[in-house]
Nanobody
Framework: QVQLVESGGGWAQPGGSLRLSCAASGRTFSGYTVAWFREAPGKGREFVTA????????FYAASVKGRFTVSKDYAKNTVHLQMNRLSPEDTAIYYCAATSSGLIASTLRIGDNYDYWGQGTLVTVSS
């Protein structure tokens, strides 16, 4: 069993930056794929990014590629999401998700394929 706790949400001005963190407890992320999804007001869940903890591989939605960076902190068993050049369209609740299932590039973008979810953290981008 894995418990996920997100942190780092808050408010930013357009063009600003925020960093989200997803910490795991209960076990390490070893062998897991960890992803970030978001839900904007009135919209459905949207894939943002994913990273394979063991081995390589990072994946991004087209809407965030070049602005967001996902990374691993092995010492803290934590995944970070650095969000730069934020825009109001990035306003959403951001959720961390994880699965030990081997997912290929197309399937790791689907939220239903993840077994564990955090409680979400709100990101608001406005002037």
């Amino acid at each position: 069993q894995v418990q996920l706790v997100e942190s780092g949400g808050g408010w930013a001005q357009p063009g600003g930056s925020l960093r989200l963190s997803c910490a795991a407890s209960g076990r390490t992320f070893s062998g897991y794929t960890v992803a970030w999804f978001r839900e904007a007001p009135g919209k459905g869940r949207e894939f943002v990014t994913a990273i394979r903890w063991s081995g390589g591989g990072t994946f991004y939605a087209a809407s965030v590629k070049g602005r967001f960076t996902v990374s691993k902190d092995y010492a803290k068993n934590t995944v970070h999401l650095q969000m730069n050049r934020l825009s109001p369209e990035d306003t959403a609740i951001y959720y961390c998700a994880a699965t030990s299932s081997g997912l290929i590039a197309s399937t790791l973008r689907i939220g239903d394929n993840y077994d564990y979810w955090g409680q979400g953290t709100l990101v608001t981008v406005s002037s």
